[in-house]
């Protein structure tokens, strides 16, 4: 069966803690990036500097409230056992969540394109999007063609990311027209990693969440 979904509302619970087999553990923290715009609702998921501009860069079927919604990360510090406190803790990004309500989840689902099918995954199967250059973000899809300076490896989101680094949470970056797209790291770097729907208990959508696969399995609790 295809792979099912931790309870992520544990992963946006500051302090919520985990373990590897072997190595560190982690503790869990909330970085909150400020608001996205979503002119239409179409959220898009993908590598901003492999998929912006690029016709097969689609959003998924289901859609969020036209407006502005908040995006945040669910920040790992790992430590490794009997490792002093440093200044420079080694951070990663777990999971980024676009937040359209503060209504509690009840159900996940994967987040969808048009032409995907679940029942065609095979054993903890999986859809989701390629990462090659360590970051994902959410958009528009009215914005895809509004990021042209963003493209490749230059411009302002290029340089915010090399100012920051991979421990620094949501960069916000202008496009034209007004649109603004949310980039952050992914966990360890490249990858393929799937995006999830969180829905309440009238089944609207309380969220979109990227996993990161940088909590292991087993390390967060499943939904009850």
């Known amino acids: 069966m295809p792979i099912t979904a931790p309870d992520f509302s544990w992963f946006f619970t500051p302090g919520s803690t985990f373990s590897y087999e072997e190595g560190p553990t982690g503790t869990l923290s909330v970085v909150d990036g400020g608001e996205l715009w979503l002119p239409t609702g179409r959220v898009v998921a993908c590598d901003p500097f492999t998929g912006l501009g690029g016709d097969w860069i689609t959003p998924f079927t289901v859609q969020a409230p036209a407006g502005r919604h908040r995006v945040q990360v669910a920040m790992a510090t790992l430590t490794e056992p009997g490792e002093e406190p440093s200044d420079e803790p080694h951070r990663r990004v777990a999971a980024a969540r ?62 915010a990311f090399e100012a920051a680094g ?23 770097g490249d990858g393929h990693y799937p995006t999830w729907v969180g829905r309440d208990a009238a089944g609207a959508v309380v969220c979109f969440v990227t996993d990161f696969f940088v909590v292991p399995e087993g390390g967060a609790p499943a939904m009850s």
């Open 166 to 188: 991979h421990a620094a949470g949501v960069h916000l970056v202008d496009g034209e027209d007004g649109h603004n797209l949310a980039a952050f790291s992914s966990g360890f």
């Open 98 to 159: 676009l937040l359209v309500t503060e209504a509690p989840v009840v159900a996940w689902e994967l987040a969808l394109k048009d032409g995907q099918d679940p029942a065609e995954l095979g054993e903890d199967g999986y859809f989701g999007y390629g990462v090659d250059a360590g970051a994902g973000c959410f958009y528009d899809a009215a914005a895809n063609d509004s990021f042209e300076e963003c493209e490749g490896d230059e411009g302002p989101l290029w340089d």
